[in-house]
């Protein structure tokens, strides 16, 4: 089964800093979906990043880059100039089949806080 | 950009009574709906796959016959928590992708999730 691992239940930034966040899947599919996603205090889920597993270029999204290393099985995601508003409880999530069925398996989470 | 729709946000019922969660996709079809539940300060919990037309793949350790879904159509999905308890008492989110080979087909959008309180 696939598990997707947050080793950081919390952390925190100054202001205009830069952090990142650690994450870490099992799989043995070879073709699959990695995201990072945001929940703030309103509970409502907002996509901040997506790789492709098949793609080896790392995305990038404004602020927001991953560093995607597929043979460790690794996906962390780095916040660059950190703003008041990037605080938020902050979800690694893979997508892929199993048991024939799709799934979307979340981490435990990481809740960011930032300093001004 | 894709929107899901996701009625009551909140809901306040009786021990014994059933309620219905709905999740709409707005702007798009989507032949599978995901179902979560999250506790407080926890991450989300996959409950049960819904697929449209057929029947929902449920988790390991989630009850079917307490949490009935439906996918009637491409663009709505229920949960209904059939003969609620206090412990039932949780918010539930619902996600939804577009079909395959259209734009974002490959991106979850999340409804804003309902929050249940039995008593």
């Known amino acids: 089964a696939q598990t997707v691992t947050q080793s950081q239940p919390e952390m925190s930034v100054q202001e205009a800093e830069t952090v990142t966040l650690s994450c870490t899947y099992d799989t043995s599919e070879s073709d699959y979906y990695l995201f990072w996603y945001k929940q703030p205090p309103s509970r409502q889920m907002i996509l901040v990043i997506r790789?492709?597993?098949?793609?080896?270029q790392n995305a990038t999204e404004n602020r927001f880059s991953v560093n995607f290393q597929k043979a460790a099985k690794s996906f962390s995601l780095k916040i660059s100039d950190s703003q008041l508003g990037d605080a938020a409880m902050y979800f690694c999530?893979?997508?892929?089949?199993?048991?024939?069925?799709?799934?979307?398996?979340f981490g435990k989470g990481t809740k960011l806080t930032v300093n001004p | 950009g894709a929107v899901v729709s996701q009625h009551p946000s909140w809901v306040i019922c009786k021990s014994g009574t059933s309620v219905k969660i709905e999740c709409r996709s707005l702007d798009f079809q989507a032949t599978t709906m995901f179902w979560y539940r999250q506790f407080p300060k926890q991450s989300l919990m996959l409950m049960a796959t819904?697929?449209?037309?057929?029947?929902?793949?449920?988790e390991q350790g989630v009850e079917k016959d307490k949490f009935l879904i439906n996918h009637a159509s491409l663009t709505l999905s229920t949960l209904t928590v059939t003969s609620a308890h206090p412990e039932d008492s949780s918010f539930y989110i619902c996600?939804?992708?577009?079909?395959?080979?259209?734009?974002?087909?490959?991106?979850?959008?999340f409804g804003a999730g309902s929050r249940l309180t039995v008593l």
């Open positions: 790789q492709e597993a098949y793609k080896q």
């Open positions: 819904s697929n449209e037309g057929s029947k929902a793949t449920y």
């Open positions: 996600s939804a992708t577009p079909l395959a080979g259209s734009s974002g087909a490959n991106v979850l959008t």
């Open positions: 999530a893979y997508r892929g089949y199993q048991g024939g069925s799709e799934k979307l398996v």
